[in-house]
Nanobody
Framework: QVQLVESGGGLVQAGGSLNLSCAASGSIGINPMGWYRQAPGKQRELVAAIPTDGSTNYADFVKGRFTISRGNAKNTVFLQMNSLKPEDTAVYYC??????????WGQGTQVTVSS
């Protein structure tokens, strides 16, 4: 069983920044990881992903503002969020995708951007 622990959410004014962190328990090696978010009344949507080949993928609505990266411990992932907008308000969830295993999710961290 893999557990993911997220941190770094909070309340910030529009234009501000937050850095989310996610650490997976155990020595799981390098696996695809990423972030989704879910706003009230909306479906969960992909924000950013980092596969194992070093590339990164972003949703159009965060390109140029958010940056996903891995920590030195390969079971950690960060999401640097700059130029935040009120519409970025949501619960942010990290995930890890292991080979031939279900996707594991964190408990979510609330990000609230005030106008």
């Amino acid at each position: 069983q893999v557990q993911l622990v997220e941190s770094g959410g909070g309340l910030v004014q529009a234009g501000g920044s937050l850095n989310l962190s996610c650490a997976a328990s155990g020595s799981i090696g390098i696996n695809p990881m990423g972030w989704y978010r879910q706003a009230p009344g909306k479906q969960r949507e992909l924000v950013a992903a980092i596969p194992t080949d070093g590339s990164t993928n972003y949703a159009d609505f965060v390109k140029g503002r958010f940056t996903i990266s891995r920590g030195n411990a390969k079971n950690t992932v960060f999401l640097q969020m700059n130029s935040l907008k009120p519409e970025d308000t949501a619960v942010y969830y990290c995930y890890v995708q292991l080979v031939a295993r279900p996707r594991y999710w964190g408990q979510g961290t609330q990000v609230t951007v005030s106008s």
